[in-house]
């Protein structure tokens, strides 16, 4: 549409006192003319000029109306104009063919003066009204666009982005700035298009512009004149969308950027939250991470400490062990020093050696069993491997039936020689084991019995201690496996259990307690073969 303030019309014909006639009629009531005598020179002006409306003659030589409307309506600058026939040729089917190309109404000639004027008047101001309509709903659709992108973004640069190249694809014309103040480092983000701004001035801007919804600015400190409109976020001014324009912004235009605008503010709000939620999640990440390797820290020191706990409950025994054969070997050593001090031949009794050597074998032995207990408490990082069952149970009875002897309790073993293999730590394995054990004998202190079984299916391997101890009181059969619960009146950490409950949760498997006060308890540890 023509950009003059007065409507624009054409006038076709190549009869010329009839155009000027129409010149008259239409300049002196606010109409601005212009003239074409032939159809090649209407083409050029309405693509040149683009006339609010055309008046075209039908007959005309060289190339007839016909044949000039058929081509403006093929040019898609010129296609929307609208276009009345004037013309001598009036006959109903001349009517259909010109409406059939796209005419908007048909006037006989000779035209009457008002009737020509009224119909001028009706078919501009329904071109105008369209153009406005179809103006109106371009930016409702961009608007609306650019609301589904903004709410889609969670980067503050990415939203000035967005407003950038949307104003760039909707006014063409415009030269659109955004920028934004971050609210913890006060840095200033900011996109340019087209002329746009440089660094300084943005920050001249950013420092210059005042609370109002919509700046203009003066044109001062090299500034171009722009109109701002402000980015509120809980009512502080923190950026701006900054527009230049060689025309005044019309009511539809600000409307839109107002609208737009304050869509803006809410996504960089949403962006904004999003970022510390990002960092929040990250730092909640970081801190997880450092209070699960404390843990993981504490939770191996407390495995240790029981472990020790554990062999130290054994060390009397162990000691009893050692000094049994160990009796033999001295006193045998103390008749050699004496033979020697006294200067005797030393006298060497063939039934006397062989008791030193197989007491020497069994401390030796003893030795063995206690080093294979201990070898894996040394290490930093408890290993997992595939491992013999089996051997783990016989190993332990073997270091400790003797103290369970000394006590008055009978072993009762049946577990076969071989298992299928588990995955797990042997000396953990040996320490929830050897726990159970202890606490089975700290059970029964009058003596008793005590039945290692196992039991096999599909998947499992189960390993069952039955006692003949008092049993366990029903109100801490809940909370046995917790921290500090212990059914030991002295000497009791509370930590045995839980510990072994840990143990055996991390390798997969499960340890259950059934018990009968005075009649006993029966503790089963399940874990999965190896191949489970």
Known sequence: MSSSPQPQILIVDDNAPAVEM????????????LKAYSGLQ?????????????????????????????????????????????????????????????????????????????????KIEAKRLRDELTRRNSELEALLNISNLLNASLEISKVLEIIIHQFGALYPLLQVTTFYMQQNSHEIIYFPLHAGLSNRQVTELAAAFTHSDVISTPHRNELPPMTVFALRIDGTVRGAICVTSTEELDDSQRLLIENVAKQASLALRNAELFGLRAHYAQELERTVAERTTELVSAQKLLIRSEKLASVGRLASAIAHEINNPLTPVVLNLELMVEDVQANREIN??????????????????????VLQFTRNGRENKPAMDYVDLAAILYN?????????????????????????????????LEQVFL????????????????????????????????????????????????????????????LGLFVSYEIINNHHGAITVESTPQKGTIFTVTLPKSGS
Do not use: C, W
């Open 42 to 122: 209407a083409l050029e002006l309405a693509e040149e000029r683009i006339p609010d409306l055309i008046l075209l003659d039908v007959m005309m030589p060289g190339m007839s109306g016909h044949d000039v409307i058929s081509q403006l309506k093929r040019n898609p600058k010129t296609a929307d104009i609208p276009i009345i026939f004037i013309t001598a040729k009036d006959t109903p089917a001349d009517i259909e063919e010109g409406f059939g190309l796209g005419a908007v109404d048909y006037i006989p000639k000779p035209a009457e003066p008002r009737e020509l004027l009224a119909r001028a008047r009706s």
């Open 22 to 33: 129409l010149q008259r009629l239409l300049s002196g009531n606010g109409y601005e003319v």
């Open 396 to 428: 332990i009875i073997s270091l400790s039936k003797h103290y369970f002897v000394q006590n008055k309790i009978r072993l009762d073993v049946d577990i076969p020689e071989t298992l299928p293999p588990v995955l797990g730590n042997s000396d953990q």
């Open 435 to 494: 726990n159970i054990m202890l606490n089975a004998k700290d059970a029964m202190e009058l003596g008793g019995t005590l039945a290692i079984r196992t039991i096999e299916d599909a998947d499992t391997v189960a390993v069952s201690f039955v006692d003949t101890g008092k049993g366990i009181e029903p109100e801490i059969m809940d909370t046995l496996f917790e921290p500090f619960t212990s059914t030991k009146e002295e000497n009791g950490s509370g």
């Open 348 to 369: 060497f009794n063939e039934i006397d050696i062989l008791a030193t050597y197989r007491s020497a074998q069994r401390i030796r032995r003893i030795l063995e069993r």
